[in-house]
């Protein structure tokens, strides 16, 4: 079974802090992806990999930086945590063509 | 961009009967149409795709249906039980990326 894990399932965090969260794939996956997920709002795409220090925004990529340096790792960066960046953050990973799977998503709160 | 639309929002069935939650997308360039369930708590799980090139396809009492032309497609359950109370979300991606509808609350009554 492909696993996607993230490193927090819950995290609260105060305003201006630097904020990191990881999430790591045992598959050997390509893609990786980071969202968030808001009520009414479904999920939206922050930032994705293609490979191994590559990176492309999303939709919404304001606010937030990753880093791959290895193939199974891929981190979200939140600068400097604002209270508007409370969310569920969720990490997925695909081959392509894809079919994506999900980690268990890091639900942050900016207090 | 892409932009995925899904419906009912919110969906409640009794036990055994059938449910069905439909999404349009815009980008005739979409090939790939993913359905997630969400359980409290927990990240989406892929249940059922569908490419393109293919009509229907059914995985036990779970069944995906894609009209290209009309761009939608459509998840249908049957024999519902309790267990398949969740939050369903639609996909549809291009290649790489991927967007999402807004989900569909279900509740299966007992």
């Known amino acids: 079974d492909v696993k996607v894990t993230q490193s927090s399932r819950y995290l609260v965090k105060r305003t201006g802090e630097k904020v990191f969260l990881e999430c790591v794939q045992d598959?050997?996956?390509?893609?990786m992806f980071w969202y968030r997920q808001d009520p009414g709002l479904g999920l939206r795409l922050i930032y994705f990999s293609y490979d191994v220090k590559m990176k492309e925004k999303g939709d919404i990529p304001e606010g937030y930086s990753v880093s791959r340096e290895k193939k199974e790792r891929f981190s979200l960066i939140l600068e400097s945590a604002s209270t508007n960046q409370t969310s569920m953050y969720l990490c997925?990973?695909?081959?392509?063509?894809?079919?994506?799977?999900f980690g268990p998503g890091t639900r942050l709160t900016v207090t | 961009g892409e932009n995925v639309e899904q419906h009912p929002s919110t969906l409640s069935v009794q036990e055994g009967d059938s449910a069905v939650i439909k999404c349009t997308y815009s980008d005739s360039a979409s090939n790939y149409f993913p359905w997630y369930k969400q359980e409290l708590g927990k990240g989406p799980q892929l249940i059922i795709d569908?490419?393109?090139?293919?009509g229907e396809k059914k995985d036990q009492r779970i069944a995906v249906t894609l009209n290209k032309t009309a761009k939608h497609f459509s998840l249908h359950i049957t024999e519902t039980q309790p267990e398949d109370s969740a939050v369903y979300f639609c996909?549809?991606?291009?290649?790489?990326?991927?967007?999402f509808g807004t989900g569909t609350s279900l509740t299966v009554i007992p």
């Open positions: 569908i490419r393109s090139n293919v």
């Open positions: 997925a990973s695909s081959l392509t063509p894809p079919e994506q799977y």
């Open positions: 996909a549809a991606s291009t290649g790489n990326q991927f967007y």
């Open positions: 598959m050997d996956h390509e893609n």
